[in-house]
């Protein structure tokens, strides 16, 4: 057996370490006002109650054993998948998304689920070079990330030869937009890989059958009103950059283009700044893309369900119109268009 390297040892070391000390005391998760929840180690229980020593410190505070949870072991610390945890309560998930994310990790799975915690900025993980990582890959062979879902949903869609569906939830500003954007993206790119080439790795077969995967991002109340656009016989003028223009494969076909730059013309007319988003989608989105036998995007169609109308005639004042009365506004005085797309 080769000698471990001296990180690893010392990477094992520190691990036994710290499970040595977690060992020693009876830790748990102490709710608070500020920080959510706070480690510690109860010290004496007393009936309802318990004496627990902050880990942060050390101050001691009387509390309700109740409002306690369990905390688990230092191995568990940045599981990728949520549903590991030995004791699954909300504390020790707060705790593994917030470790995650101070490591740069803003997507953790959580069983069939995948978790996304806004970073509110621009990060390198939707690169090329990213897209081609995720590529025919199993999802335990990457970290978590929104392009293994749609990875996960383009094969399902060759094997099960099933429509698929990927529902993307959260409360305004959580980031479903910009996730919708990446799975389209994700699939951009690997249909214009089928497009263009033999160079398709081993488990990402073409999928046998007309297919279409949809994803929805719709508001939870009210009965569906619905409108829809078909793209795939769209005029040729162009339209704003969508920021995807290549693969690493190359240019994206016409109808890939298409779904793209669709984005940002209902973005113009659907979103607005709110006091939780500056670009909040004021209606609900309903994407289906259609695939061809040979894997490659045949067409798309996105329905929208219950555009806030109201926004026009009457709005908090902290809040804005629809973005195309400005870029109107913008473009008529010869200005430039104000910064309400961020990407
Ligand atoms: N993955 C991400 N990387 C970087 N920034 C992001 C990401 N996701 C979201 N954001 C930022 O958060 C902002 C809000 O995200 P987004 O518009 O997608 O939210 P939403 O859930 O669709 O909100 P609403 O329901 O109000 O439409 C984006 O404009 C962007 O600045």
Same mark, same amino acid.
């Given at each position: 057996m080769p000698t471990p390297r001296l990180s690893q040892s010392a990477e094992a070391a520190r691990a036994a370490a710290a499970q040595a000390e977690f060992n020693e005391k009876k830790w748990i998760w102490v709710p608070d006002d500020k920080e959510g929840y706070l480690a510690g180690w109860v010290h004496n229980e007393d009936g309802e109650y318990g004496d627990i020593i902050m880990a942060a410190g050390g101050e001691i505070r009387r509390v309700p054993l109740f409002t306690l949870s369990k905390m688990n072991p230092p @191995? *568990?610390? $940045?599981? #990728?998948?949520?549903? #590991?945890? =030995? *004791?699954?309560n909300e504390a020790s998930v707060v705790h593994n998304l917030r470790l995650r994310f101070g490591s740069g990790a803003i997507y953790t799975y959580s069983g069939l689920f995948l978790v996304a915690v806004n970073p509110y900025q621009s990060l390198p993980l939707y690169s090329d070079a990213i897209i081609h990582q995720y590529r &025919? @890959?199993? $999802? #335990?062979? %990457?970290? /978590?990330?929104i392009f293994a879902v749609a990875e996960r949903a383009w094969v399902n869609m060759g094997e099960e030869r099933e429509n698929q569906s990927i529902l993307i939830t959260g409360e305004s500003g959580a980031g479903k937009t910009e996730s919708t954007k990446k799975v389209i993206q994700y699939l951009a790119a690997i249909a214009t890989d089928v497009h263009q080439?033999? +160079?398709? /790795?081993?488990? &990402? $077969?073409? /999928? =046998?059958l007309p297919s279409s995967q949809s994803f929805s991002n719709m508001p &939870? =109340?009210?009965?569906p009103r619905t409108n829809s656009t078909k793209l795939?016989?769209? /005029?040729?003028?162009s339209t704003t950059g &969508?920021? *995807?223009?290549? =693969?690493a494969k190359g240019r994206l076909g016409l109808l890939e283009r298409q779904i793209l730059q669709a984005n940002p013309i209902l973005e113009a007319f659907g979103n607005a700044q709110t006091q939780r988003n500056? %670009?909040?989608? $004021?209606f609900g989105k309903f994407v289906r893309i259609s695939f061809a036998p040979d894997g490659s995007i045949a067409g798309a169609n996105i329905d929208w369900y219950l555009?806030? @109308? +109201?926004r026009v005639v009457v709005r908090s004042e902290a809040e804005r119109s629809f973005h195309v009365f400005y870029q109107l506004l913008a473009g008529g005085l010869d200005l430039k268009v104000t910064s309400w797309r961020q990407s």
């Amino acid at each position: 057996m080769p000698t471990p390297r001296l990180s690893q040892s010392a990477e094992a070391a520190r691990a036994a370490a710290a499970q040595a000390e977690f060992n020693e005391k009876k830790w748990i998760w102490v709710p608070d006002d500020k920080e959510g929840y706070l480690a510690g180690w109860v010290h004496n229980e007393d009936g309802e109650y318990g004496d627990i020593i902050m880990a942060a410190g050390g101050e001691i505070r009387r509390v309700p054993l109740f409002t306690l949870s369990k905390m688990n072991p230092p @191995k *568990f610390d $940045r599981v #990728d998948d949520i549903a #590991d945890l =030995t *004791f699954l309560n909300e504390a020790s998930v707060v705790h593994n998304l917030r470790l995650r994310f101070g490591s740069g990790a803003i997507y953790t799975y959580s069983g069939l689920f995948l978790v996304a915690v806004n970073p509110y900025q621009s990060l390198p993980l939707y690169s090329d070079a990213i897209i081609h990582q995720y590529r &025919s @890959k199993r $999802r #335990d062979e %990457n970290a /978590p990330h929104i392009f293994a879902v749609a990875e996960r949903a383009w094969v399902n869609m060759g094997e099960e030869r099933e429509n698929q569906s990927i529902l993307i939830t959260g409360e305004s500003g959580a980031g479903k937009t910009e996730s919708t954007k990446k799975v389209i993206q994700y699939l951009a790119a690997i249909a214009t890989d089928v497009h263009q080439g033999p +160079s398709t /790795p081993s488990h &990402s $077969r073409s /999928p =046998t059958l007309p297919s279409s995967q949809s994803f929805s991002n719709m508001p &939870s =109340t009210g009965l569906p009103r619905t409108n829809s656009t078909k793209l795939g016989h769209a /005029p040729t003028t162009s339209t704003t950059g &969508s920021g *995807f223009a290549l =693969t690493a494969k190359g240019r994206l076909g016409l109808l890939e283009r298409q779904i793209l730059q669709a984005n940002p013309i209902l973005e113009a007319f659907g979103n607005a700044q709110t006091q939780r988003n500056n %670009n909040s989608s $004021r209606f609900g989105k309903f994407v289906r893309i259609s695939f061809a036998p040979d894997g490659s995007i045949a067409g798309a169609n996105i329905d929208w369900y219950l555009l806030e @109308k +109201s926004r026009v005639v009457v709005r908090s004042e902290a809040e804005r119109s629809f973005h195309v009365f400005y870029q109107l506004l913008a473009g008529g005085l010869d200005l430039k268009v104000t910064s309400w797309r961020q990407s």
